[in-house]
């Protein structure tokens, strides 16, 4: 791999190689840029770092300090957050539904939430590129949204999936057997197909499940692109130019260390992201870096995870499979005789047993005996789950705590509040999937509460006064700082975020590329959408081996 | 000395015989079966990962005697083992132990707690104080009963003897935390995992048979028996963990989707 010098002044400087910031440094290191990605969690040797163990998978999330607070507190750690190259798509399910057409226009047609500055039709071509790139596997006809099918043929049926699609069927539901999920149902190149393990939560050690640490960092690396791992970013350096000047950041041993860099971007998610740029505050920007709006940190967003949990006189044996499986996004779309805005979809998951005993703590309040008789039951159970959107909210927020974390960084402090539409949604939500879950013919149903994923507080949108970023990721205020992750995002739909994130980090490297060099010495604008660059996926994967579809 | 720890009384009830059931090696419902026999169908580092589990129990470094032998008793009660062979118990609190020494966090704190370290120190405080209430005795003196009652009382969150303490942490959250922390420790345990019938490591194998409970060639099927709790426990009723609703919410922490 290249080294770059903090002396260098690289083109790009990348804050955190996750999900979106793998994308980006394989994308712009493949166009030429210098670009260094700062990540800081270790760059994984699958084999000798991971195991095919929960407990012993505990160190891929981001379990440094913060502070969980509001009405209905966030966990946090290990519910949302990875830590090391790949970020949250080394621990994700996996789940890769793109965002419907309306997920784009929710303030004008419900008159809630927020427009987004783009519409589906933009971030379409991108979809179906990462689609193809990652790839995907799913049904070949999928109905919800803009209808589409999947490169990559379904996963065939677990435990789990079996009751989703045996309850829902009952129900007259239509589900997604199989899919939409980044699992590779047959192998290619020197990725291996999956071998139905069940430990995607915990690192796919197979390879069969995408993660940007395989699918896009080795071709950054190859590309010229640096990853520099166990380096946390502590603040972005503005100039008296209002251009920022590079990055600050502690090394594996604790020592302070500048990157130049021309242009950054910050890819840390949705807490780490505000978090930065509230710690960059500096004259000018007393607020934060980038926070004129005073928006920076607000509309953070939870999805409404609700997992209902079923016994069945039979055996399930739900820790089989991957957990994602087999889903509906049947109750999608805003539904007026529901009486609340948007809507849900409904998916496998798949506890394994700590998180199966905590959940049956959680939904029965086992203890004790108790607890000892319903674990033994542990084959007997399915597990199925609400993924509900929850609207942006400004009070629902990401600001500085008093305490520091090891570097003597403030740590985040997070604020979450559901609101009157929110809790409608969740109380439809889990009733449905509740029933869905006795139409399959379980015996006992129960549920827990839980919030997935975190998208939004550093959100995107037309106006400066109302938002961080424009439609691209470059912030408002600052012509050569951008943010390209999960925080970007105005609104969550009821579609999981990654691919959805990743298809952004592609678009937002089409712009900065077909830009050049005017991101680097200019502050104006171009708004003009760039063309869409099919030539800079990874070699050997943009419309290759596909068994359907062209 | 306390029933529990010794194991003279709380054992499971056959309910044809209305004897106690006599402890064994591996209580459930999968005779025979042991992921551990599959250990040379797992890699390397889950190999050593494992087996280090197994062999190697974690010192005690955090709690003092006194407040481990307090936690002892009150995980025993929490994850009783009685039913289990001596020899075959899981170490729960030398995990726990380790956490904290460790100073290891799940990633974030409660805004309205202490610090997992205080959170721990506090509880046990209170355990003490509620022990003194009902019994006039230190927790690890109670019999099993009483020792449930106390527990069950934090699990109700209604446990006044203690207000000082939980005017400085959420009864609620410091349950959720304890009960959370002993699931872990146990079910991180491969003769947990036998004993429920879970997979265990699973790689580079994996599965052929993903439908219908069906075992794989190495598993065993399942083969259920009737057991009772042991009379004097007051653990084996499902009732949501209680207190007042603003206290209550407790988002479930494992990531699922
Ligand atoms: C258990 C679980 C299951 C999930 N399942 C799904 C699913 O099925 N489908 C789906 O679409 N999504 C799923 N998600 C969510 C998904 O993982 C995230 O939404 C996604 O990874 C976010 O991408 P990102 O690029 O915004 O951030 P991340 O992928 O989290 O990347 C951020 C990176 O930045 C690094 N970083 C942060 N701050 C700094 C700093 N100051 N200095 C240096 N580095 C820094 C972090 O270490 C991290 O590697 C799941 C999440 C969890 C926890
Ligand atoms: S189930 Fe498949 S994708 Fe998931 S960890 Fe196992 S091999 Fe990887």
Redo the contacts between chains.
Sequence with gaps: MRRFRDTDEVDYCIVGVGSAGGVLLQRLSRAGFQVVGIEAGPFWDT??????????S?QL?????????G???????????GKGVGGGSV?W?A?APRFHPSDFRVYTEDGVGADWPISYDDLKPYYELLEREIPIAGPAYFPWGDPHGYPYGPH????VG?SLIRGCTKLGIRVSAGGPVAILSGSRGDRPH??????C?QGC??GAKASTLITHVPNALESGGEVRDCSMASRIELGPDRRVKGVHYFDREGREHFQKAKAVIVSGYAIETPRLLLNSACPGFSAGLANSSGTLGRYLMAQA?N?ILGRFD????L???P??HAMTEEFYETDPKRGFARGFAI???G?????????M???????????????????HWSSI?V?GEILPWADNRVELASETDQFGIPVA??TFNLHDNDKKLIEFGKNKVMEVMWAAGAEDVVQ?????HLVGASRMGSDPETSVVDRFGRTHDIANLFVCDGSVLPTQGSA?PGLTIQALAARTADYLISQGDRIFNSNSRDMTQPPIRYNLSPPGTFWKGMPRMT | MNGASTGRKSLPIDPNTHEPLPPVRQPGYYPGYSTLAQQTFWDAKTRSVILHRVNHTPPIRFFDSEQAALMKAVCDRIIPQDDRDPAYRIPIVNYIDERLHEDKIDGFRYENMPADRDVYRLGLQAIDMLAQDRGGLRFVNLDARRQDEVLKSIHDGNAPAAQEIWNHMSIQRFWKGLVSDCASAYYSHPWAWDEIGFGGPAYPRGYMRLEGGEPEPWEVDEVRYEWQTPPDSLSDVYEPAGGDSEQKGHPGQGGTH
């Design positions: 084999e000798r770092d991971w195991v095919s163990d929960e407990k012993g505990h999330y981001w379990t440094d300090l913060r502070i969980t607070g009405e209905h507190p966030l966990s946090l750690g290990e519910n949302n957050s621990h399910a789940f065939p049926m677990g435990g079996n999956c071998i139905y393990r069940g430990f939560i050690k197979v995870g997992v039979h055996l399930v044996r820790y089989k499979a957990p994602a998916q496998t998951v506890p394994l047993p700590i998180a199966f005993a905590k959940q703590m959680v939904a029965k309040g086992a203890w004790g005996w108790g607890m000892r008789r319903v674990m033994m039951d542990y084959n789950a993924l402090k997070v827990e509460d839980r919030y997935a999981n």
